[in-house]
């Protein structure tokens, strides 16, 4: 399976941006990096996902290192509903339906 | 809201029972999936169905049998199962590209065998 590596927890004050990191040292060409949270007793929730270059929604913003080894998932302005397990996920397009959930980083989000 | 439906959202059940857990995508996606969430383990890749036709079904046993008549209706049915078979089973839909290939998840069906 192809792996990433996040830490197991973290905490954020609310009001503040909350940066998620994800190692992904061995990531290929074809693979995007994916981001999705699941918060508890839930599906888990698509948040965003990118290539190569920088991608920003309304939910998030994910900055990806030059040689893609690395990415960063940005909450702006964390709120508590933002706390949840935060998966950052490697995975190829086109015909590839696999999707591998590792152990996330558990967020917590502190008034 | 994600755009995929999944009923019933909690259910109870026998060993001895026959029950269904039913998906449905309004998202106009050409696969759908199945997985399964045990108490404090990775999500588990059940089954895949693209184009209506099963390409994946992850040695999964055959008391779960999974149906999908159309690309947006999924289900799950179940037959004699086991107290350890008790999770959140959730369905996902997507639509098979070259570029990307977002998966969108539904909220999920509690299932408790007793």
């Known amino acids: 399976d192809a792996k990433t590596t996040q830490p197991t927890s973290m905490d954020c004050a609310e009001g503040r941006a909350a940066n998620l990191p994800c190692n992904h040292s061995?990531?290929?060409?074809?693979?995007?990096v994916y981001w999705y949270r699941q918060i508890h007793s839930q599906g888990p929730q698509y948040i965003i996902h990118g290539l190569k270059n920088n991608e920003t929604n309304e939910m998030a913003s994910l900055i990806i290192t030059e040689d893609r080894k690395s990415s960063t998932l940005i909450l702006p302005h964390a709120t508590l509903r933002d706390t949840a397990v935060y998966y950052c996920?490697?995975?190829?397009?086109?015909?590839?339906?696999?999707?591998?959930f590792g152990k996330g980083t558990l967020l917590t989000v502190n008034p | 809201e994600t755009g995929v439906t999944q009923t019933p959202r909690h259910l109870v059940m026998g060993m001895t029972n026959k029950k269904s857990l039913k998906c449905e995508q309004h998202?106009?996606?050409?696969?759908m999936y199945w997985y399964k969430q045990s108490a404090k383990k990775p999500l588990e890749l059940m089954f895949v169905?693209?184009?209506?036709?099963?390409?994946e079904n992850n040695s999964v046993p055959s008391r779960f049998s999974p149906e999908c008549p159309n690309s947006s209706h999924l289900f799950l049915h179940l037959h004699t199962l086991q107290p350890e078979d008790s999770a959140l089973y959730l369905c996902?839909?997507?639509?098979?590209?070259?570029?990307?290939?977002?998966?969108?998840f539904g909220e999920g069906s509690w299932l408790t065998v007793v």
């Open positions: 061995t990531i290929s060409g074809n693979e995007y």
């Open positions: 996902a839909s997507s639509q098979l590209q070259s570029s990307g290939n977002t998966i969108y």
């Open positions: 169905y693209s184009l209506e036709e099963r390409v």
């Open positions: 996920i490697r995975r190829s397009g086109g015909s590839n339906y696999k999707l591998t």
């Open positions: 998202l106009g996606h050409n696969a």
